[in-house]
């Protein structure tokens, strides 16, 4: 580790967040790739959106479990050439999951899923809320 000399102007954590970002491509090497995803909601339903481009959707399965939503797959590789002298590979292949917990009660049974241009996108309908109910004493 090298010394740094500080100045004023100088904001470590800047520096360190560029370390950090540099850093990551190599950290998800390990763990396949993260698909990046899009939650947002309806009046009546809640819609999550997820890049799976080049995922094949057989390969993908969804889950709604306890309040959290999870999505996991696989990519696979379908080329015969191995060797080749790559000067960037940015490309994940591999495996990938996704869990994200919904902000209300679900209607999960009835959720669906379509694939459509690379876009995975998933319709859960939200539970209806319960109703304050008034209990009558009866007298004895």
């Not at 954590?13 to 990046?36: I, K, Q, T, Y």
């Not at 057989?58 to 996991?72: C, F, H, N």
């Amino acid at each position: 580790m090298s010394l740094i000399k500080w100045t004023p102007l100088f904001n470590p954590f800047e520096e360190m967040d560029r370390n950090l970002s540099e850093l990551a491509p190599l950290m998800r090497d390990n763990e396949g790739f993260v698909p990046a995803i899009d939650m947002y909601e309806q009046a009546d339903a809640f819609i999550v959106e997820a890049q799976l481009a080049g995922i094949d959707p057989e390969q993908v399965s969804i889950a709604i479990d306890d309040g959290v939503l999870s999505i996991k797959g696989t990519s696979e590789k379908k080329s015969e050439v191995d060797e080749k002298n790559y000067y960037r590979k940015e490309i994940r292949r591999g495996s990938f999951y996704r869990s994200l917990p919904l902000p209300a009660q679900v209607l999960g049974d009835e959720a669906k899923a379509e694939a459509k241009g690379g876009v995975l996108t998933i319709s859960i309908p939200k539970a209806k809320k319960a109703e304050p109910k008034q209990i009558k004493i009866n007298k004895a």
